[in-house]
């Protein structure tokens, strides 16, 4: 696995590190104005997510589909692309899943799991396809495109359950036991939790990303076009195609994102207003995490740890839960600051070495 | 050179780590997360709108609150809330104030009810409450450990569409819901049913923003709403509402004399300084959660009823300031209500039950 | 006496590589000198250290006489010492004047004085002979002239010592011409240049005096009356250099390219490409000479199936493959040096090996069920890096950080390696220094020995001259004419390439 680390020197992984502590370190100091003891607080996230094993699972469990909203962006980011559709192909996954659990609700669990995780990546395939076909096709910048596709899924969903799978409480009905990832086992060993096996899901993405993108030829074409598509195409790559694939491949890791939201956590979905938000914690969770897997793997880890331990920081120390949002804004406040030093840095010592 | 900044920066977070851990160690000796077992305490958790959401949270926080100044318990500590920032916090905010002992936690808000239906199943024990909804386990029972509080807002709504229906002048008055949903719809019924009472030609345009937290569409459907010809716009949407009285005040400004019925609270500071608030329907959450949480410390925890507050309980009606509404309205209203309270008038929740009102009417 | 600049003993370590080791450079008051070397000899290097980018390992610096500590580009220019870079820092928004003035403006109570500005800059224009309108935008004005601003902005500076970057490598030949007269016009008022370069041509006629660098290492410094091109040549090198000749006997065999009455049409559809009839056979090189822009780009995109064709046929190896999609191209046999490496030859973020495999990564062995088999593709890399000769500390290196020479050869190395039966060469020695010049044109002729067929297209006309078999003359978008390189000359050639065909018929 030491691969996967190879593709970035220190220097590059310590700016993260720094970050964070120079995001934690600014949050301690706004406490500290405001009147609050930030000792208590973080001292209260850190025991209950390591101590009790209620916050442990919790936090596991909202790393699960952070994980993979952040891998999608990571993917994209990769060869070239900024998929700022997560959000929607998060929610047409999410969907898709409960729609498939409901309506297939006879099948027997072996295949009725299965067959809604990927209802819930095919939906986020097809989401992040058509952004992907534009681009390839017309030319429409991918970010415009994604950005409209989240507020037709938004609406869409929304449309779709008051229509077709509405029930009480402004949501569709709970799915069949039988396409649940929730887990008695998981949830008696975390004092009940919502952990499920998710996570198990999650893990494996981020193999996949790994594998995908630096053992198979078609990442070795990714990867190419993302950098350089004038290279590739001179190689004979399809520049469209794979940027059409990227955005597709994307929208599987979100949309199965989503799938673990509605088979998992919820086990339904409600009819929202609003965006989940994930999805666009999922582009601070990828470029935390330097758009490596194991690094989404741990920023996914940390932003899950910061915003359930800060549902005890409110509770043990009285610190407002928003101020967990400010952290973690300091934070990517903080990587985007120090990729611009190293920018500079690198252009100083590329003009060097010629 | 670069190096050297990072190492700089390095000893700055070490040396700042260590000073706080060290100040750190001298204060966390003194606290604890363990409570005094005798205290009594009772918690509240909201939804995404926050505490300070001019509604039913904060009407909700206002009931803890004065609970706790009538009986000496300390805010923050005996009585709290926590806020959720997104709808996945619900679980773990309810099970956080279980797991710390309060007697008594509340879900504010029917979004709440499947995260208090789990954490009630899986703590037998704790003792919760829900506002808006019936928590049922899974053969659709009530469950034993929860409080459901419901209240009956076609009652209140009625009335505030009584005074709508008197004071319209252009004979036509606009409703705007939050989301469209089975609460929301039984805003919109009384209020019709209300309007149509004293005023049968009257027309009400009824429309959904499908939010609770867009100040903007709000605002943007009372404009359309008001040059449509309405003059009153009742609006029960949550945070949405607030663009409506935007709207209202900006229409005042400009001479142009409308009118808003605010919802949950008396909205009558809101309107100010154009003076715009006719009256407000009030949902008295904070009433609601005063008399369980009294109930609970006295050990009579309503757990597994289903508490409806209606007129005749005082847990809806229209808003104490009456300074916009004429004598008239209010004797009419005063009539209806003591109608409604010995059941001579059922008021309508859902569309069908008023297509069957409005028969009767004619 | 004391000299403009001296630096005594210079050494820069970088990770893994020694690039200054005791660098020793004297640099006369009114000299041009030159600092002569290969790619990736440390030439730029040793002057980024003089300018303040770099802070060096060892060794002094001494400006006028007196011991100088440059931390920044700022004391360098506090010292007189000015910077004309390869890529010009300019903004293509701003004026002439803006630009030059960027930083230290001149103002007037406290308000930027653009009339003051456009004086100043009209002044020093005239005084050193930069022809400059200082009121229009950068981006209107040509690349020769954009030199001139970035020459202007160390002159108003007031820097007395230049120092240019390879100045020449962007530049058409009259500009050279003009550049090269600029800098003795410099000279003449006083100033001192020195001269980052690896063309023989340019030391021989402008430069007193040039100082050698090899692989990081002093060789010597020599005044230039009283040395010759080959000698300074193989200083550089570090051996004799041999001139390439196509000297292997010309038998030409099958047809492997034949175009008939091609068309095409480029970005805009304007017809570039008009009726455009070639042939070209195994074992021979046929060069393609032309004035840039007359539709070389478009006739090569069309062959490889980057552009379409509007009508016309191109078949290879007697197989109709008009319109056929690169990869088929590829895989029926061709290979391609494109003319911007860095552009469309390379991915600059890639490893070496990665990049050796770009066209072939899909194939076996390189790939077995759709999984890259990075071990083969690393052995493949290591050997082709050794026998090209490619310069890097492994095959893991990046392509971006190899030098210009480098970069060519692991595009050379990968085309040459899969053995094309057509391989189309597109300025294959643009800026590379005469080592890697020789390896190129070594290697192109080799391939016309193995009976492939080589399409060279360059504007060097020595490039063409030495290595053709057969001469075709592109001129706006059809082949005017079609020479042996044995019986013509570069006149001729030049006649040809403005269009006119022998006897002075206007074509």
Redesign the interface.
């Known amino acids: 696995m030491s691969n996967l680390l190879k593709k970035v020197n220190w220097m590059t992984l310590l700016i993260p590190v720094i970050s964070v502590i120079l995001g934690l370190l600014c949050g301690a100091v706004i406490m500290l104005v405001i009147g609050y003891n930030p000792v208590l607080a973080y001292q209260s996230i850190v025991e209950s997510i390591f101590l009790q094993p209620y916050y442990g699972g919790e936090t596991i469990r909202a790393m699960i589909p952070l994980v993979l909203a952040g891998l999608a962006v990571a993917f994209s980011f990769r060869t070239g692309l900024f998929n700022i559709g997560v959000e929607g192909q998060l929610m047409v996954g999410w969907l898709a899943s409960v729609a498939c659990a409901i309506s297939l609700g006879h099948l027997p669990k072996i295949l009725l799991l299965p067959l809604s995780i990927v209802a819930g990546g095919a939906a986020g395939a097809l989401w992040g396809f058509i952004p992907g076909f534009l681009k390839a096709r017309f030319k429409v910048h991918e970010v415009i495109s994604t950005i409209m596709m989240n507020y037709i899924a938004l609406y869409t969903t929304a449309y779709l359950i008051k229509n077709f799978l509405y029930t009480e409480g402004e949501r569709t009905p709970t799915i069949p036991s039988a396409a649940s990832l929730a887990s008695p086992f998981l949830a008696n060993l975390t004092q009940g939790s919502r952990l499920h096996w998710g996570i198990i899901v999650a893990i494996i993405a981020v193999f996949a990303m790994w594998f995908l993108l630096w053992k198979t030829t078609k990442g070795y074409e990714l990867r190419s076009v993302g950098f350089s598509p004038d290279a590739s195409n001179y190689a004979g790559m399809s520049v469209a195609r794979n940027i059409m694939l990227s955005l597709t491949i994307s929208g599987i890791f979100a949309g199965l994102a989503g799938a673990m939201e509605g088979l998992g956590t919820y086990q339904y979905m409600t009819i929202s207003s609003a965006f989940t938000g994930i999805g666009f914690n999922g582009i601070a969770v990828a470029l935390l995490g330097l758009n490596t897997p194991i690094g989404v793997l741990l920023a996914g880890a940390l932003f899950s740890g910061l915003q359930n331990g800060g549902l005890t920081m409110q509770a043990n120390a009285g610190v407002p839960v928003e101020l967990v949002n400010i952290i973690i804004a300091l934070i990517i406040f903080f990587v985007g600051s120090s990729y611009a030093i190293k920018w500079a840095l690198s252009r100083f010592s590329r003009k060097g070495k010629k | 050179m670069?190096k050297k900044r990072?190492a700089v920066?390095?000893a700055f977070?070490v040396v700042?780590?260590s000073i706080?851990?060290g100040?750190?160690?001298s204060?966390?000796s003194g606290?604890s997360?363990s409570t005094k077992k005798s205290a009594f305490k009772a918690g509240m958790v909201t939804d995404t709108g926050g505490v300070d959401d001019k509604s039913f949270n904060q009407s909700a926080w206002e009931g803890l609150t004065t609970y706790a100044k009538d009986n000496d318990l300390k805010k923050?500590t005996d009585v709290?809330y926590?806020?959720?920032?997104?709808?996945?916090?619900y679980?773990?905010?309810l099970?956080?104030?279980v797991?710390?002992n309060f007697n008594i936690v509340y879900g504010i808000g029917?979004?709440m009810?499947?995260d208090i239906q789990k954490v009630a199943e899986?703590?037998p024990k704790a003792q919760l409450g829900i506002i808006d909804?019936v928590a049922v386990d899974k053969s659709n029972k009530p469950l034993k450990n929860v409080a459901s509080i419901t209240f009956k807002e076609e009652q209140g709504s009625f009335l505030v569409g009584v005074v709508a229906g008197l004071t319209t002048k252009t004979n036509k008055v606009g409703f705007i819901g939050g989301?469209?949903?089975?609460l929301i719809k039984k805003f919109e019924n009384g209020f019709k049913a209300g309007v149509k009472a004293v005023n049968p030609d009257a027309e009400v345009y009824a429309q959904y923003a499908?939010?609770?937290?867009?100040p903007d569409k709000g605002r943007a459907i009372a404009q359309t709403l008001y040059t449509k010809g309405a003059d009153i716009i009742y609006a029960s949407a949550g945070n949405t509402g607030n663009g409506v009285f935007t709207e209202a005040k900006n229409r005042a400004k400009n001479g142009k004399k409308v009118w808003v019925i605010g919802v949950d609270k008396d909205q009558h500071d809101q309107g100010m300084p154009e003076n715009v608030t006719l009256t407000s329907m009030v949902k008295r959450v904070d009433k609601a959660i005063y008399d369980v949480t009294k109930q609970t410390k006295a050990g009579d925890f309503p757990g597994g009823q289903v508490l409806s507050f209606g007129l005749k309980e005082n847990g809806v009606g229209i808003a104490p300031t009456t300074e916009n509404v004429s004598k008239k309205a209010l004797d009419e209203v005063n009539q209806y209500k003591s109608k409604i309270i010995d059941g001579s008038i059922k008021v309508p929740t859902t569309d069908k039950e008023f297509k069957e009102y409005a028969a009767t009417l004619k | 006496m004391s000299y403009a600049i001296e630096m005594r003993q210079i050494r820069k370590e970088f990770p893994g590589i020694v690039a200054n080791d005791n660098i020793t450079l004297q640099v006369e008051d009114g000299e041009i000198h030159a600092l002569f070397g290969e790619n990736g000899a440390g030439k730029s290097t040793l002057m980024n250290v003089l300018f303040g980018l770099y802070q060096p390992d060892r060794g002094e610096i001494y400006v006028h006489g007196e011991k100088a500590v440059i931390h920044d580009p700022n004391d360098a220019t506090r010292l007189g010492i000015g910077m004309v870079h390869q890529h010009f820092m300019l903004i293509d928004k701003f004026t002439v004047a803006e630009n030059i003035v960027l930083g230290r403006e001149p103002k007037k109570n406290g308000v930027l004085d653009m009339k003051e500005a456009v004086k100043v800059v009209r002044e020093l224009s005239e005084k050193y002979g930069l022809d400059v309108d200082p009121e229009k935008k950068v981006e209107e004005i040509t690349v020769g002239m954009q030199q001139r601003v970035e020459i202007l902005k160390t002159l108003y500076r007031g820097s007395d010592i230049l120092i240019f970057d390879e100045p020449t490598a962007v530049l058409t030949p009259i500009e050279i011409q003009e550049l090269i007269e600029i800098m003795k016009r410099l000279v003449h008022e006083g100033k001192s240049i020195i001269l980052i370069t690896h063309k023989l041509k340019e030391i021989f006629e402008c430069c007193d005096r040039a100082t050698v660098i090899r692989r990081g290492k002093n060789i010597d410094t020599v005044k230039i009356s009283d040395t010759n091109p080959t000698e300074l040549a193989s200083m550089m090198v570090g051996r004799k250099v041999h001139v390439q000749v196509n000297d292997a006997p010309y038998n030409p065999q099958g047809k492997v390219l034949e175009i008939e009455h091609l068309n095409v049409a480029d970005a805009r559809k304007v017809e570039v490409i008009k009726d455009l009839n070639l042939t070209v056979h195994g074992g021979e090189i046929l060069g393609i000479a032309g004035v840039d822009g007359n539709g070389q780009t478009e006739l090569i995109e069309a062959i490889a199936g980057l552009r379409k064709t509007k009508s016309g046929t191109i078949k290879l190896n007697n197989q109709d493959v008009t319109n056929q999609r690169t990869r088929k191209m590829i895989e029926a046999g061709l290979g391609y040096i494109p003319e911007d490496r860095q552009k469309h030859g390379l991915v600059l973020d890639f490893s070496i090996a990665e990049n050796m495999v770009l066209q072939t990564y899909y194939q076996k062995p390189y790939a077995q069920m759709g999984i890259l088999q990075n071990k083969v593709i690393a052995k493949k890399a290591k050997k082709l890096i050794q026998e090209f000769d490619v310069r890097t500390p492994s095959e893991k290196t990046h392509a971006r950080a190899l030098s210009g020479g480098n970069q060519q050869k692991v595009i050379v190395a990968r085309e040459v390696d899969r053995s094309p039966q057509l391989l189309i060469a597109a300025q294959p020695t643009r800026g590379l220094d005469v080592g890697a010049i020789e390896f190129i044109h070594g290697k192109l002729i080799e391939e016309k020995k193995k009976g492939k067929a080589v399409l060279l297209v360059s504007f060097e006309l020595d490039e063409i001259l030495h290595l053709s078999d057969r001469i075709a003359v592109i001129y706006e978008g059809y082949i005017i004419d079609i020479v042996s390189p044995k019986e013509t000359n570069e006149n001729e050639l030049g006649l040809l390439m403005a269009g006119r065909k022998k006897g002075g018929s206007e074509a």
């Open positions: 670069f990072i920066l390095v977070v700042l780590g706080l851990a100040c750190g160690n204060k966390s606290n997360t923050g709290k926590l806020q959720s920032t997104q709808p996945s916090d679980s773990p905010n099970n956080t104030m797991h710390q029917f979004l009810q499947s899986q703590n909804a989301i469209n949903s089975a499908g939010a609770f937290d867009a």
